[in-house]
């Protein structure tokens, strides 16, 4: 079973409109959790990391949270935009060690 | 950040042979890592790539069927071996910053026929 789980799989909305993917994980012990955005035919790129202490963090029109008590993690994307469209991956650090959830795909419509 | 160059970027091989994949980092660091992203799945470790000294490989990966070098601080490669179809999936490599953030090479879509 994997540690991160990831939630919705997929997910369409419309331009302009917010969005808030879901990712829920039982490593421990807890080190880092990040964020990255996957473009399709391209390598992950961080979009936030947030420690232990960290409830929030934004970059941008990305935005995550981080409840490290209940181990969920949300990143809320505002006024989407075309561009947006992407898998949208939830990594949890421990013991040095990187787990990776199955990522949520965003796809944004005109 | 760290600035990955990895190629190729995609190839289709005949199964049977191998496909050597390259990155290339513009920073000297002490770990690379190779992961295998299949399809609809999350990343999984392959190996880490220790300069100096072979490759720290995960369970379920052995070093016959995925050698690596690891010449130097900025340079990696990967091969995966005796190919077959289903070791078609996108390969990546990264690396991390002091700060524990990982940065990732542009990733190979190899395709096995």
């Known amino acids: 079973k994997n540690q991160v789980e990831q939630s919705p799989q997929s997910l369409i909305i419309l331009e302009g409109k917010n969005c808030t993917l879901q990712?829920?994980?039982?490593?421990?012990?807890?080190?880092?959790l990040r964020w990255y955005k996957q473009d399709t035919g391209r390598g992950p790129v961080s979009l936030t990391i947030m420690t232990f202490s960290e409830n929030t963090k934004s970059n941008g029109r990305y935005t995550a949270t981080l409840d490290a008590d209940t181990k969920q993690s949300s990143l809320h994307i505002t006024a989407s935009q075309l561009s947006d469209s992407a898998s949208y991956i939830c990594v949890v650090s421990a013991n040095y060690k990187l787990s990776f959830g199955a990522g949520t795909t965003v796809t944004v419509r005109a | 950040s760290a600035v990955i160059s990895q190629k190729p970027s995609r190839d289709i091989c005949q199964r049977g042979t191998s496909l050597t994949i390259q990155c290339q980092v513009d920073s000297q660091v002490t770990m690379m890592f190779w992961y295998r992203q299949q399809p609809g799945q999350s990343l999984t470790l392959i190996a880490t790539?220790?300069?100096?000294?072979?490759?720290?490989?995960e369970s379920g990966f052995v070093i016959d069927k995925f050698p690596i070098s690891r010449p130097n601080l900025t340079f990696s490669t990967l091969t995966v071996s005796n190919l077959s179809p289903e070791d078609s999936s996108i390969y990546l490599c990264?690396?991390?910053?002091?700060?524990?953030?990982?940065?990732f090479g542009q990733g190979t879509r190899l395709t096995v026929v």
């Open positions: 790539a220790n300069q100096g000294s072979e490759a720290t490989y």
């Open positions: 990264s690396v991390e910053d002091p700060g524990g953030n990982a940065f």
């Open positions: 990712c829920n994980y039982t490593v421990s012990p807890f080190s880092n």
